[in-house]
T-cell receptor, first 113, second 115 residues
Framework: SQTIHQWPATLVQPVGSPLSLECTVEGTSNPNLYWYRQAAGRGLQLLFYSVGIGQISSEVPQNLSASRPQDRQFILSSKKLLLSDSGFYLC????????????FGPGTRLTVL | GNSVTQMEGPVTLSEEAFLTINCTYTATGYPSLFWYVQYPGEGLQLLLKATKADDKGSNKGFEATYRKETTSFHLEKGSVQVSDSAVYFCALSGLNSGGYQKVTFGIGTKLQVIP
């Protein structure tokens, strides 16, 4: 069966520090991968998606970047965090063949102080 | 573009009450429809889905019917429990202009069930 991991689970970082969040998927190959942010009391905002290694699309301009160095690894990064980057970050995957539903990781709670 | 509209809540119900959370959508073509549930501090879990008109998705006592004529996918449960307290997201999946599958989420409805 497929599983998706995210780490760390929680993170507290000062403004201006770098960020690296990691997501890995097991039990599937060539998945579509997604990064979402969920701000407190708000819905999900799609940040990035990837349909293959090295292929990243950004949905909104922002202070963050994403990379996919391996088929089942998706990394969210920032060089300098802003207060507004605080939130709950969710990684998700879907079957590249088109079964359409997305499966979510447990999330990372990021607090920027 | 595609969009999903659902009540923001919070919705507060007593245990064993009947639940309805409304969801309507706008989409081109024939999207798949989903309900996801998010328990406090966790990621989203797929609750149920429907892939074509008149399909009924069901799971854990929850159900929703894909109504193309009214572009709706309302979530219902006959008797809620305290353990159902969570945020519920309606979502649709369709192809965007770039040809990849995109899921569009509603804002989420917080449900609180009191004993």
């Amino acid at each position: 069966s497929q599983t998706i991991h995210q780490w760390p689970a929680t993170l507290v970082q000062p403004v201006g520090s770098p960020l690296s969040l990691e997501c890995t998927v097991e039990g599937t190959s060539n998945p579509n991968l997604y990064w979402y942010r969920q701000a407190a009391g708000r819905g999900l905002q799609l940040l990035f998606y990837s349909v293959g290694i090295g292929q990243i699309s950004s949905e909104v301009p922002q202070n963050l970047s994403a990379s996919r160095p391996q088929d089942r690894q998706f990394i969210l990064s920032s060089k300098k965090l802003l207060l507004s980057d605080s939130g709950f970050y969710l990684c998700a995957w879907s079957d590249g063949g088109g079964t359409r539903e997305q499966f979510f990781g447990p999330g990372t709670r990021l607090t920027v102080l | 573009g595609n969009s999903v509209t659902q009540m923001e809540g919070p919705v507060t119900l007593s245990e064993e009450a009947f639940l309805t959370i409304n969801c309507t959508y706008t989409a081109t073509g024939y999207p798949s429809l989903f309900w996801y549930v998010q328990y406090p501090g966790e990621g989203l879990q797929l609750l149920l889905k429907a892939t074509k008109a008149d399909d009924k998705g069901s799971n854990k006592g929850f159900e929703a019917t894909y109504r193309k004529e009214t572009t709706s996918f309302h979530l219902e449960k006959g008797s809620v429990q305290v353990s159902d307290s969570a945020v519920y997201f309606c979502a649709l999946s369709g192809l965007n202009s770039g040809g990849y599958q995109k899921v569009t989420f509603g804002i989420g409805t917080k449900l609180q069930v009191i004993p």
